[in-house]
């Protein structure tokens, strides 16, 4: 191969394509798809990423410059993610850079760096006056300059190749004298890139002979040198496990570290460095665990999937399965069966249950074979957790949202817990969505996909049931009754409007007060949850529960304080905020809000002496401190778990027999067509956490709107009745699964532009539609098409100094929409040639901000 075509991190979106570089004959062994290298481009070095390698005459090219540096030696991408990389950029419009980017540890986030070496030119010689008067006090204005360029200049020849940063740190006031030597040609400059964090090195101590030579040396040491002699006869005793961590030694023998260097300097024993990796769970030991004998409910469930699995072949699996109902088992059976194969799997979770109880089960059945990767770990950390698998230390990954990107050279299992999370998708750039990046590499890789949950997001549930999108139509398979034979707890739904009529105005309603004074009374334990989802930007009326609703998209509206009015971020509908409620003409019309802090507050006036564990943001924003207080709470240290949405999932506490919602509604009053599904997942994992093991389980849910069907629903556990109920809503709306969605966020410091932005963009996709043939309202269209809400204000309206609008694509069927999203906004930028104007697409939009 001669030709490189090189993907440059360069962040211009005209660098959207490869770059060709020759690849010099002493890099061939190494180049391949997915190697990190340094190119030259422009004046400067950057950092690129091969894609692909040619044959070619490079003589023929004119101007072809070569690479100048191979970054790893083993390339930390496969050509699978850098297809899979390609597939990104189509897919969610974004650059092909930040799709790689997003693949690789922050660690490996390369920068340029100037490294400084010796030229040609000889460094000043010694100043004669100078050497004349060594105490430097003669003749100002006469400085020895000769003196500083000869300093200089043995540093750099002592390094070799130092970097700009260290020759400063070593010359604070030789810059004028570095820049003289540069423009001479004493001094030569060069780039290179460096990573962000390297590899951890320790020192270790080996010995340098046979452990027979060893102890002849041992015998004739003097008497006087007794500690040196204590440290090799130990080393040699040692022997099977060298080389050891110098601080062990140390410790191990209570010696300084003078006495170990007297032994490397007589030539017995030598200290080197040794890379170690950064483990998180270090000196933590985990419960082994073995497999235990399926359910036949598991067995059948099993069954199908190990089909695939044996037989490496793609085919994505819905795993429904009510909670309690034994999916982890599954998952680590499956798993099992793919490792025994050769071949290593990855598991997906939501950042937020990724709980120590969690990593147990895996490390528990799987051992040291088990990377975790989230964000709570060190920089370090991650990188050395990403290294052992790419390294194939490690054939098991579990982790977070970017887990996905695990670089297996062999992955032929990815599941992915709790699908319907939103926290898959990514709300950045680039903005994927985990479950469908797992199902591409899947398909690439030959691999099986498990998607899991007690509550299935509609679109997969959808997708299942109908079996009409050719990239994805999963396989379902239901697991309806729990793996212990227990039953689900029973529900009860509070209506709080009748609470407030008989007079309480408490938080707690008086049927979850006495459930939670008879918990404290027979020593059982209580979860509470507080759904802060959407808190305070609803109005709701606490007579009757009315809440304002935009009359053209059936969600709520948002109260703005400033200018006192609700308004829709969906169509702009704006209105005045309301005095009295118009339902019921009730003044107890509020905007609803209340804290952990405030409830926390409130159970201990009500039950004096309550042992309260808080899990929310402010509490767990510590490292380890999720962990500590979860384990706080499995160690009885506490009655109560109250907490945001952190403790709704897969916490399995065999004493919770009771599970409180303080409010049930308030994220149904978000301005999002996802709001009942949400509420409807949450209610029905939060009360999946009681009565888990031996004792019965009962859950009590507060609600102002005990009518809504998300509420009723969950409160049966009656999946398939909310599912039938949501899909009418949707289908009659144009949500999806019915069409989908591409939210195109413009933003510019000044408002008018930016709104003469929007209007631009969205007549131009219009325009553009139209002559495609594709433009319509989506009532109208039977077949493909696409439609435009907006431009409207975004709900964040403004955000950091630069005002937002957007515009919403509805689209369905076999058009390129996203294509099309993308080309009318890099016409716009083109033609604007305006560095503050910022477009950003969201494929699939989870939230709508
Ligand atoms: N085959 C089995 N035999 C005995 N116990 C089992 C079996 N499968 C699962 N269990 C136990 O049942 C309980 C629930 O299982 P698990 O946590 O795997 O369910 P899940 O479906 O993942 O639940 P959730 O969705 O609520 O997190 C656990 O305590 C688990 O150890
Ligand atoms: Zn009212
Ligand atoms: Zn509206």
Not at 202 to 211: G, H, Q, S
Not at 327 to 351: F, N, W
Not at 562 to 575: D, K
């Amino acid at each position: 191969m001669d030709i490189a075509k090189v993907i440059v991190d360069v962040p211009v979106r005209s660098t959207d394509r490869t770059f060709d570089y020759s690849i010099p004959e002493s890099f061939k062994v190494w180049i391949e798809v997915g190697s990190r290298v340094a190119v030259p481009f422009g004046h400067r070095t950057v950092q690129g990423f091969v894609v692909s390698l040619e044959y070619g005459d490079i003589r023929a090219i004119k101007g072809i410059k070569p690479i100048q540096e191979v970054l790893d030696l083993v390339p930390p991408l496969s050509p699978e993610l850098v297809e899979l990389a390609d597939w990104m950029s189509e897919r969610y419009a974004c650059r092909r850079i930040s799709a790689l980017q997003a693949m690789l540890p922050t660690a490996l986030k390369g920068k340029a760096e100037r490294l400084i070496s010796l030229g040609d030119t000889e460094p000043e010689p010694a100043n004669e006056e100078g050497t004349l008067f060594p105490d430097e006090e003669w003749f100002p204005g006469f400085p020895d300059t000769g003196r500083e360029e000869r300093e200089i200049a043995d540093f750099v020849r002592r390094g070799g190749e130092v970097s700009m940063k260290q020759l400063t740190r070593a010359f604070p006031d030789g810059a004028e004298t570095i820049k003289f030597m540069l423009r001479r040609g004493v001094l030569r400059e060069s780039q290179s890139i460096k990573d962000k964090m390297g590899k951890k090195k320790l020192k270790a101590v080996d010995l340098t002979m046979e452990p027979e030579s060893a102890r002849e040396a041992l015998s004739k040491l003097p008497a006087r040198s007794a500690r040196q002699k204590e440290v090799l006869s130990f080393l040699i005793d040692m022997e099977a496990v060298l080389p050891m961590p110098l601080k062990d030694v140390l410790s191990a023998l209570q010696v300084t570290a003078g006495t170990v260097k007297g032994l490397e300097d007589k030539g017995l024993i030598e200290i080197t460095e040794v890379e170690v990796y950064r483990d998180p769970y270090r000196g933590r030991d985990f419960k082994p665990s073995d497999p235990l004998p399926l359910t036949s409910e598991q067995q059948t469930v099993f069954g199908r999937i190990v089909g695939a699995v044996d037989r490496q072949r793609h085919e994505v699996f819905l795993l429904h399965g009510v909670t309690g109902s034994g999916k982890t088992e599954i998952y680590l059976q499956c798993i099992q069966r793919c490792v025994d194969q050769g071949r290593q799997a990855v598991v997906l979770v939501p950042e937020i249950s990724l709980t120590p109880q969690m990593v147990e089960r895996f490390k528990g059945r799987f051992g040291s074979g088990v990377a975790v990767m989230h964000s709570r770990l060190s920089t370090g950390e991650r990188y050395d957790e990403w290294r052992k698998i790419r390294e194939g230390k490690a054939s098991v990954a579990v982790g977070a949202r970017s887990a996905v990107f695990a670089p297996f050279s062999n992955l032929g299992l990815i599941i992915m817990d709790e699908e319907h999370e939103t926290s898959y998708k990514q709300e950045e750039n680039p903005r994927y969505h985990a479950r469908d990046v797992a199902v591409r590499r899947a398909m690439l890789g030959d691999a099986a996909v498990i998607l899991g949950s007690a509550t299935p997001s509609l679109e997969s549930y959808y997708a299942a049931r109908s079996q009409s999108d050719e990239n994805f139509s999963p396989v379902l398979l239901e697991m309806p009754s729990r793996a212990l034979g227990n039953q689900l707890p029973t529900v009860q739904i509070v209506d709080m409007r009748e609470e407030l009529k008989e007079g309480n105005r408490s938080m707690f309603s008086r049927g979850l007060h006495s459930a939670i004074q008879s918990r404290l009374e027979r020593g059982e334990q209580t979860v509470l949850l507080l759904n802060r989802r959407g808190f305070s930007t609803f109005v709701m009326c606490r007579s009757c529960g009315y809440v304002a609703g935009c009359p053209e998209c059936d969600i709520s509206l948002t109260y703005h304080s400033r200018s006192n009015n609700l308004r829709c971020h969906y169509c702009g509908h704006a209105e005045p905020a309301p005095e009295t409620c118009p339902e019921c003409g009730s003044e107890h019309i509020r905007f609803f809000g209340t804290g952990t802090q405030r409830v926390e507050e409130e159970l201990g006036k009500l039950f004096p002496g309550i042992r309260v564990i808080r899990m929310d943001v402010d509490t767990t924003t510590e490292k380890g401190s999720h962990e500590k207080l979860l384990g706080q709470f499995r160690d009885k240290k506490a009655d109560v778990l109250l907490g945001t949405q952190m403790v709704a999932k897969g916490l399995d506490f065999p004493d919770v027999t009771l599970v409180g919602v303080i409010t049930a509604d308030s994220a149904l009053n978000l301005p999002d067509f996802r709001a009942a599904e949400k509420t409807f997942q949450l209610l029905t994992q939060v009360a999946g956490r009681a009565g888990r093991h031996k004792l019965p389980g009962e859950v009590l849910v507060q609600s102002y709107t005990p009518d809504h069907y998300s509420i009723i629903h969950a409160s049966r556990h009656d999946y398939a009745s909310f599912i039938k109920e949501e899909l009418k809503h949707r289908k009659a709306l144009h949500y999806p699964p019915y069409c989908r969605l591409i939210l195109v966020t413009l933003s510019h410091e000044q408002m008018p532009v930016a709104l003469r932005m929007a209007e631009n963009y969205a007549m131009n996709i219009q325009g553009k539609a139209r002559q495609r043939r594709w433009f319509g309202s989506l009532d109208k269209l039977t077949a493909d098409g696409l439609d435009l809400l907006g431009p409207v204000a975004s709900p964040l309206p403004r955000l950091k100094g630069r005002y937002r609008f957007q515009c919403m694509v509805k689209w369905r069927g076999a058009i390129d929409a996203i294509g099309l999203a993308r080309e009318v906004a890099e016409e716009l930028e083109d033609s604007l040639r305006d560095p503050v104007l910022q477009i950003s697409i969201d494929v699939d939009p989870q939230m709508l901000m």
